[in-house]
């Protein structure tokens, strides 16, 4: 049977952190203001990658805005109606609380001497989930969780095809990184491998880009001066 100090505690539905803020995305911003024009190179206008990061960077602003009122509104129906669940008294006198018919099943099992507890339990459980059901869908908190879910479908549909999109400037390439770290850190532990790393990467190409910038503007200056 299972111990009554491994009761499941409260899950909340999302599991998607959503960050404060950030400046990386202004890095694709400055380098598609400095970057060279090499020889048999595309103009960042021109750069498929960065068509894509601007898609994807406006559906990731619509998915956290999407995360945040569906946490909020969650919050709320937890508050209020408790997180759908059941409370299990055990022969032994302990009780536990179950999130799941799954969970319910493992801790009663299938032994037939169980069945007139299981079926209660699961009758009490189906009454909760009705009732989180009709206060989610009344509060329009099923409508916002649809949303964010198909908001978030769409930006991994978008990081697959950065996978397959070659890059033709540095601030295409830029969009790969801010994007994968962007969308990492919304989920990982950010100071881990390899988020360091990647995060290093962008610096070195604003460095690089903002090099290129200089240079060009020392050289207008250059051919500006009267001779």
């Known amino acids: ?122 009758t009490d459980f189906a009454a909760h989930q009705a009732r989180w059901d009709a206060v989610a869908e009344e509060t329009g908190y099923t409508a916002a969780f649809r949303a964010e879910r198909e908001a978030g479908d769409k930006i991994q549909d978008l990081l697959q095809a950065f996978s397959t999109t070659p890059a033709t400037t540095l601030a295409g390439v830029a969009g790969k990184l801010d994007a994968v770290l962007r969308e990492g850190e919304a989920w990982e532990e950010c100071s881990e491998f390899p988020w360091p790393q990647i995060r290093s990467a962008l610096s070195d190409l604003v460095r690089i880009a903002e090099g290129f910038g200089a240079d060009r503007g020392r050289r207008r200056r250059i051919r500006s001066r009267p001779s």
């Open 1 to 122: 049977m299972a111990d009554s100090d491994n009761t499941t505690t409260l899950p909340y539905v999302t599991r998607r952190r959503v960050l404060a803020g950030t400046g990386v995305a202004t890095i694709v911003w400055i380098l598609e203001g400095n970057a060279p024009a090499s020889a048999g190179s595309t103009n960042v206008r021109s750069d498929p990658t960065l068509a894509l990061w601007r898609e994807w960077e406006r559906v990731h602003k619509q998915t956290e805005r999407l995360c945040r009122r569906q946490q909020r509104l969650e919050t709320r129906l937890v508050e209020s109606v408790g997180f759908p669940c059941v409370t299990v008294s055990l022969t032994e006198g302990e009780q536990v609380t179950v999130y799941s018919i799954e969970m319910l099943n493992e801790v009663l099992g299938k032994a037939p001497d169980m069945a007139a507890l299981r079926d209660k339990a699961e």
